[in-house]
């Protein structure tokens, strides 16, 4: 339940291993560092909060965690949702609402939760994930083109408003910023594939603004100074009202850090070949988010970029996860002050690329050549994310998610009413398909898949079309793999009602889980373990049997 890589790979560690996690640790915390900045400013907070976030989330993600190469910290991910909980409720509502998140995770790690939320459906995925993207990229509309007018409405419809109503305040000088960024950041990556282009442009254009004296906001003038280092452990205090609405949120940041990490954790697997333990993951993530806010910290997950850059650049071990986040301490400590320097329109490009990288606009656009259910949950799940409420897209996406199962279990599930022939016991696993002779007065019911409440209504449908009513009834469940409460529920009835009609019920074929069921239920007991046989062909003798005694029903 609880066993992180780091202890595993540190008893076979070398120093080839060590050096090879020392140059991927040193590039990713580079690269993470302009990232860090500009996600803790887009979230609404000081762009110092985001490095915090870094450092020691970085550093208790790849520590604890279920992952060899999973690089942890702030995400694009989170940007919308951190968002509204400051503007709603101000930085301690969110410190309270990361703790709440934090406790939530390390709950789902040890129910072992980690292999079911990595089944999340995939258009419930692309869809709040692309939505998250359209919003970032809305976010940054005003600092890219260096808009006037104040403060930016928080709706995305008001928000688009306002950028056409101040269209003629455009800032030349923030636009050539943002757009150079964007395109130092596409071109660079083409050129030199370990130095990140981001870090590139934060520089070139933080220089240009310096030395030209462009009239650009910067960090420093709209934020103030970065304060160097870790600040004392606080909580603030709150009351049960507060608390109580921030439950939702707090399950919001929760689910988004899951999913986030779990992915990121399968792709890294994918790429490396080594399996992740995902409840090890979750623990560690919800660790990470308990203690990073009382250090004045946003939320953080599984980034999936920054693993990848790990694993490009020889990352082996999680120790290439700790270096990033010493490294980005070492930067916090000495060179934090620098960062005053950097220009917003340039961090606004850096979160456009941030965005496009995020939409899957392909993956979106390919779910549209698959089934119309799949069509529906991915436009409803977008459209709730962009026009509503991020909280809303989750809770409904689990919703659609939990019936999208239902109906997908339900549809492997079949009753047939056979009366003249059945296929014998071996037929399922044998091309050779004998066929067994049902005597006259006896119908088989049989049921091939889970027997749960998802499928209530084609037990009725087939009892119906049964019509006649048979001396003895065989219930064939040689397929069915589990039995839940509302199909006990049923099978009792359905017996109930047999023998009301003079019916004889006989069980065939029970596997061992619902056999047990059956005999907790007291089902058995009310048949009699005469009637339930191993196989359909000691049924069928046993019917036999029956019929000739009289068939008293029981």
Not at 177 to 203: D, M, R, Y
Request: hydrophobic share 50%; with cysteine.
């Amino acid at each position: 339940m609880f066993s992180p890589k780091f202890f595993t790979t540190i008893r076979q560690y070398d120093r080839k291993t060590f050096l090879s996690d020392l140059t991927a640790g040193i590039i990713v915390g580079v690269v993470a560092l302009p990232l860090a900045i500009a996600f803790g400013i887009a979230s609404g907070v000081s762009p110092e909060k985001g490095l915090i976030t870094a450092v020691i989330a970085g550093f208790l993600i790849s520590f604890l965690g279920g992952s060899r190469v999973q690089i942890g910290g702030p995400t694009g991910a989170f940007i919308v949702i951190v968002y509204g909980i400051v503007e709603q409720f101000g930085v301690e509502g969110l410190i309270l609402a990361t703790f709440l998140a934090g406790i939530m995770l390390v709950a789902m790690g040890f129910l072992k939760l980690g292999s079911v939320i990595q089944f999340m459906p995939y258009p419930i995925v692309v869809g709040f994930t692309s939505g998250i993207a359209v919003i970032i990229f809305s976010s940054q509309i005003k600092d890219f083109f260096g808009l006037g007018g104040g403060e930016v409405p928080a709706s995305f419809v008001e928000k688009w408003g306002f950028y056409f109503n101040h269209l003629h305040t455009i800032n030349p000088y923030a636009l050539a910023i943002s757009a150079g960024t964007v395109l130092i950041i596409l071109l660079w990556q083409k050129i030199n594939k370990v130095i990140p282009g981001s870090l590139v442009a934060i520089v070139l254009t933080t220089l240009a603004v310096a030395y030209f004296n462009l009239p650009v906001e910067t960090i420093g003038s709209k934020f103030g100074e970065i304060r160097a280092g870790i600040p004392a452990p606080s909580f603030p205090g709150f009351d049960f009202a507060t608390f109580r609405m921030l439950l939702m949120p707090a399950f919001t940041i929760a689910m988004l850090g899951a999913i986030e990490s779990l992915l990121s954790a399968m792709v890294a697997d994918g790429a490396t070949g080594y399996r992740h333990r995902p409840n090890t993951e979750l623990i560690a993530q919800g660790v990470a988010n308990i203690v990073t806010p009382i250090f004045g910290g946003i939320p953080a997950t599984g980034a999936i970029a920054r693993t990848m850059t790990n694993i490009r650049n020889g990352g082996k071990t999680p120790m290439a996860g700790i270096i990033h986040a010493l490294v980005l301490l070492l930067i916090l400590l000495f060179l934090g002050k620098l960062a005053r320097l950097v220009p917003l329109p340039a961090l606004a490009g850096i979160l456009v690329i941030v965005a496009y990288n995020m939409s899957e606009w392909r993956s979106f656009k390919g779910l549209f050549r698959n089934a119309k259910s799949d069509i529906a949950v991915l436009l409803t799940t977008f459209l709730l994310t962009v026009f509503i409420d991020l909280t809303v897209a989750i809770q409904f996406g689990l919703l659609m998610a939990v019936f999208l199962f239902v109906r997908r279990v339900s549809e492997t599930t079949d009753i047939e009413v056979l009366k003249g022939q059945v296929e014998d016991e071996q037929s399922h696993i044998s091309d050779d398909e004998d066929t067994l002779d049902i005597p006259e007065g006896v119908e088989v019911f049989q049921i091939k898949g889970p027997f749960f409440f998802g499928i209530a209504n084609k037990f009725e449908e087939a009892e119906q079309q049964s019509g006649t009513k048979p001396k003895i009834r065989i219930i064939r469940m040689r397929r069915v793999p589990f039995i839940d409460s509302t199909g006990l529920k049923n099978m009792k009835s359905f017996i109930g009602r047999g023998r009301h009609h003079g019916i004889h019920v006989l069980l065939s074929g029970l596997q061992p889980k619902p056999l047990d069921a059956l005999r907790k239920e007291g089902i058995i007991d009310m048949l009699g373990e005469e009637n339930v046989c191993l196989n359909i062909e000691l049924a069928l003798e046993r019917a036999k049997q029956l019929l000739q005694a009289g068939h008293p029903a029981k």
